[in-house]
C-alpha cells in the first residue's frame, strides 16, 4: 500500500528564534512526517531524527532514527526505524543552509510509505556560522560536506 505525504509540516527552522520548539526543547535536527489522512487506516505520523550524515556514491546521506505510528486496520502500530535518506544542498552561505531530504519510499512495519521531498533550514547563530560558510564552499563535494554536516550536529547538541 502506498501512502502519499501530506504538506502539513514539512518546513523546520532551527535557531531561527531561541524560543522554537524543535530547537529548544530537543537541540537536534529533526522532520516531522504526516501521511495520509491522519487516525485513518494507512497513515502514518512520526518524526525522523538525523544522528549523522555520510557520503556514498557521490550523494550526501543522513541517517537517523524515524519514529511514529501507523494505523492499520487492527489498530495503530508504533514503528521506529533507523533509516537513511539521500539530502542535497539547494541554497548556502554563511546565514543560511538549506537542506533537502529527497522524495523515496520507506517501509513501516511491512508497509510502504512514500515520504515527499522535505526541507531543513539551519539559520546561523554564534557557534554554527563558520560551519555554515565553510558548507557553502563544499555544496560540490559530498565528502567534506557530510563531514560538516556532523560537525553541525555536533554544534546543535552543546
Same mark, same amino acid.
Given at each position: #500500500?502506498?501512502m502519499r505525504s501530506s504538506v502539513?509540516?514539512l518546513?523546520?527552522c532551527?535557531a531561527? *528564534? #531561541?524560543?522554537?520548539v524543535a530547537?529548544?526543547a530537543?537541540?537536534q535536527?529533526?522532520?516531522?512526517i504526516s501521511?495520509?489522512?491522519p487516525?485513518?487506516?494507512?497513515?502514518?505520523?512520526?518524526t525522523?531524527?538525523v544522528?549523522?550524515?555520510?557520503?556514498?556514491?557521490?550523494?550526501v546521506l543522513?541517517?537517523?532514527?524515524m519514529?511514529?505510528v501507523?494505523?492499520?486496520a487492527a489498530g495503530p502500530?508504533?514503528?521506529?526505524?533507523?533509516?537513511s535518506?539521500?539530502?542535497?544542498?539547494?541554497q548556502?552561505?554563511?546565514?543560511l543552509?538549506?537542506?533537502?531530504?529527497?522524495?523515496?519510499d520507506?517501509? *513501516?512495519?511491512?508497509?510502504?510509505?512514500?515520504l515527499d %521531498?522535505?526541507?531543513?533550514e *539551519?539559520?546561523?547563530?554564534?557557534?554554527?556560522g563558520?560551519?555554515?560558510c565553510?558548507?557553502a564552499?563544499?555544496?560540490?563535494d559530498p %565528502?567534506?560536506?557530510a563531514t560538516?554536516?556532523?560537525?553541525?550536529?555536533?554544534?546543535?547538541?552543546k
Open positions: #500500500m502506498k502539513r509540516v518546513t523546520l532551527l531561527v *528564534v #531561541m524560543g522554537s530547537w529548544a530537543e537541540r535536527l529533526s522532520v516531522a501521511t495520509g489522512t487516525g485513518q487506516a494507512g497513515s502514518f505520523a512520526g525522523f531524527i544522528a549523522s550524515f555520510s557520503s556514498q556514491d557521490g550523494q543522513a541517517t537517523g532514527l519514529n511514529g501507523l494505523q492499520t502500530v508504533t514503528s521506529a526505524n533507523s533509516v535518506v539521500s539530502v542535497t544542498t539547494d548556502a552561505s554563511c546565514q543552509l538549506r537542506l533537502q531530504i529527497a522524495p523515496q520507506l517501509s *513501516v512495519v511491512g508497509q510502504t510509505v512514500h %521531498q522535505r526541507v531543513l *539551519v539559520a546561523a547563530q554564534p557557534s554554527t563558520n560551519i555554515l565553510s558548507a564552499g563544499a555544496q560540490n %565528502q567534506a560536506l560538516l554536516l556532523n560537525q553541525l550536529l555536533g554544534a546543535l547538541a
